[in-house]
Nanobody
Framework: QAQLVESGGGSVQAGGSLKLSCAVS????????MGWVRQAPVKEREGVATVTGDGATYYADFGKGLFTVTQDYDKNTVDLQMNSLKSEDNAMYYC???????????????????WGRGTQVTVST
């Protein structure tokens, strides 16, 4: 049973940066896909970024060049560095795990089996 705990959310002005972190327990990163998914008010959840067990990364179009997903095998953490934040990035951000998947495009959030409780990101203009 995977447990995912997000941290690092908060308030930032437009153009600023935030780094989210996901502490993972119960599974090993090398055997699974990990990802970040967000949900803005009155909108559906959407995939942000994913990273496979061997380090391949995938991004939603809105995050390419601005967001970076990384994982630390020793610490068992998955981070999301977000730069040049916009008001459109206001959302709850969730860490998620797709068990024993070797290919996990960011958009395919139905792949995820376990979810964290989320961390709020608020971007002010």
């Amino acid at each position: 049973q995977a447990q995912l705990v997000e941290s690092g959310g908060g308030s930032v002005q437009a153009g600023g940066s935030l780094k989210l972190s996901c502490a993972v327990s119960g599974i090993t990163l090398r055997s699974n896909c990990m990802g970040w998914v967000r949900q803005a008010p009155v909108k559906e959840r959407e995939g942000v970024a994913t990273v496979t067990g061997d380090g391949a990364t995938y991004y939603a179009d809105f995050g390419k060049g601005l967001f970076t997903v990384t994982q630390d095998y020793d610490k068992n953490t998955v981070d999301l560095q977000m730069n040049s934040l916009k008001s459109e990035d206001n959302a709850m951000y969730y860490c998620a795990a797709a068990i024993q998947r070797w290919f996990c495009p960011a958009a395919e959030i139905s792949n995820f089996d376990f979810w964290g409780r989320g961390t709020q990101v608020t971007v002010s203009t």
